[in-house]
């Protein structure tokens, strides 16, 4: 009997340490992981570009979407497309007035799972000082230490006030922008 009370603290502190959930991993997200780029049109052609300059962290369990989270910060003068005249717009006070505005952030508040690898990323995205609630669908797909989202969403530039004076309607250049998220963060 002596040597069932010793093992009992032993099977007690066991059993609580294997009932205990799986708790989100945190993934480390840097530029050069993968694309964070963009799409739009002007007059009637439509271009594409990238952001070169990004990071943030990811807390995600697939077990437990609901309680993940995830801040990206995105370096709005990174942003290029190959075209000198448009490249050097970007920046200026009328697009994304970097000066004033160096970063763009997108915080999740939490992912839906969707079924499969399918999920939206419910949160809040802010550019030029205005905060807007969107949602990413994306799928998620975890192999060792990366984990690989990828995305498309449709904003509309004028509600981030990106776009403004000559540009601010649709004339020249088109309101709706796609945004395209190719990326993978590590482990860690």
Do not use: C
């Given at each position: 009997m002596?040597?069932?009370?010793?093992?009992?603290?032993?099977?007690?502190?066991?059993?609580?340490?294997?009932?205990?959930?799986t708790?989100a991993?945190?993934?480390?997200?840097?530029?050069?992981?993968?694309?964070?780029?963009?799409?739009?049109?002007?007059?009637?052609?439509?271009?594409?570009?990238?952001?070169?300059?990004?990071?943030?962290?990811?807390?995600?369990?697939?077990a437990?979407?609901?309680?993940?989270?995830?801040?990206?910060?995105?370096?709005?003068?990174?942003?290029?497309?190959?075209d000198?005249?448009?490249?050097?717009?970007?920046?200026?006070?009328?697009?994304?007035d970097?000066?004033?505005?160096?970063?763009?952030l997108?915080?999740?508040?939490?992912?839906?799972?969707?079924?499969?690898?399918?999920?939206?990323?419910?949160?809040?995205?802010?550019?030029?000082?205005?905060?807007?609630?969107?949602?990413?669908?994306?799928?998620?797909d975890?192999?060792?230490?990366?984990?690989?989202?990828k995305?498309?969403?449709?904003?509309?530039?004028?509600?981030?006030?990106?776009?403004?004076?000559?540009?601010?309607?649709?004339?020249?250049?088109?309101?709706?922008?796609g945004?395209?998220?190719?990326?993978?963060?590590?482990?860690?």
């Amino acid at each position: 009997m002596k040597a069932f009370h010793k093992f009992l603290p032993v099977a007690t502190v066991a059993g609580l340490l294997l009932s205990v959930p799986t708790f989100a991993a945190d993934w480390t997200l840097t530029a050069g992981n993968g694309t964070l780029g963009f799409a739009g049109t002007q007059t009637g052609r439509t271009f594409e570009g990238h952001f070169g300059k990004y990071d943030g962290t990811i807390s995600f369990d697939p077990a437990h979407p609901e309680a993940g989270h995830a801040k990206i910060s995105i370096d709005m003068a990174s942003a290029t497309t190959g075209d000198s005249q448009r490249d050097g717009a970007l920046p200026g006070h009328d697009w994304f007035d970097t000066k004033e505005f160096p970063s763009a952030l997108f915080e999740v508040k939490d992912f839906k799972a969707k079924g499969g690898n399918a999920y939206d990323a419910e949160g809040t995205l802010t550019i030029k000082g205005v905060s807007k609630p969107v949602t990413l669908p994306l799928t998620i797909d975890i192999a060792g230490s990366a984990l690989h989202a990828k995305g498309h969403l449709q904003l509309v530039r004028s509600v981030f006030n990106v776009g403004i004076g000559p540009w601010t309607t649709g004339q020249w250049v088109a309101l709706e922008v796609g945004v395209d998220v190719d990326v993978t963060a590590h482990d860690g």
